[in-house]
Antibody, heavy 119, light 107 residues
Framework: QVQLVQSGAEVKKPGSSVTVSCRASGGTFGRNAIGWVRQAPGQGLQWMGGITPVFGVPMYAQQFQGRVTITADESSSTAYMELSRLRSEDTAVYFC????????????WGQGTLVTVSS | DIVMTQSPATLSVSPGERATLSCRATQSVGNNLAWYQQKPGQAPRLLIYDASTRATDVPARFSGYGSGTGFTLTISSLQSEDFAVYYCQQYNDWPSTFGQGTRLEIK
């Protein structure tokens, strides 16, 4: 079974950018979609966007449009989420998630990456 | 965006008892509704999808019901490992949206 392995924790300054990676271990993405969900400290889950690597076209939630870029490299079975113009409210755990499609439930999750935005 | 509202925010139940969690959508999502369980420091785990289908290895004490705008998750006899936060998620419309969660705590 494919496991999603994310990059490590990051500390960033306000106004900068962060890139979180998500690698499929033990397999490939296949025709599945990779989504990104974030969770602020003590808060709920928020869907940011997703991509089906085999098609390559990302989709973003309106709230993050213009600040987030989601890409995927099929050759290395790795997806990336870049968030720019960081502010303190972006401090959160960022999860990558595997689903059968962008309109499908999430079958498996990465371990999460804590991004802290602080001056 | 479709807003998902869960109730109650916190539910206190004794082990062995039944727990019923609710989730309502601001517009119909058909049966495109999932439930997740999240424990502290962990990623969520898929319990139920398509409103009523248990995911792989999910115990039979978990059941989901509903369609359209109203859904429930029932845990028939609570075990110690079931005390966690539960989220519903609609994946009928873009973007997918989650409820704010119900914390299930030991009474």
């Amino acid at each position: 079974q494919v496991q999603l392995v994310q990059s490590g924790a990051e500390v960033k300054k306000p106004g900068s950018s962060v890139t979180v990676s998500c690698r499929a271990s033990g397999g490939t993405f296949g025709r599945n979609a990779i989504g990104w969900v974030r969770q602020a400290p003590g808060q709920g889950l928020q869907w940011m966007g997703g991509i089906t690597p085999v098609f390559g076209v990302p989709m973003y939630a309106q709230q993050f449009q213009g600040r987030v870029t989601i890409t995927a490299d099929e050759s290395s079975s790795t997806a990336y989420m870049e968030l720019s113009r960081l502010r303190s409210e972006d401090t959160a755990v960022y999860f990558c998630a595997l689903a059968a499609g962008v309109y499908a439930p999430i079958d498996s999750w990465g371990q999460g990456t804590l991004v802290t935005v602080s001056s | 965006d479709i807003v998902m509202t869960q109730s109650p925010a916190t539910l206190s139940v004794s082990p062995g008892e039944r727990a019923t969690l609710s989730c309502r959508a601001t517009q119909s999502v058909g049966n495109n509704l999932a439930w997740y369980q999240q424990k502290p420091g962990q990623a969520p785990r898929l319990l139920i999808y398509d409103a009523s289908t248990r995911a792989t290895d999910v115990p039979a004490r978990f059941s989901g019901y509903g369609s359209g705008t109203g859904f429930t998750l029932t845990i028939s006899s609570l075990q110690s490992e079931d005390f966690a936060v539960y989220y519903c998620q609609q994946y009928n419309d873009w973007p997918s949206t989650f409820g704010q969660g119900t914390r299930l705590e030991i009474k």
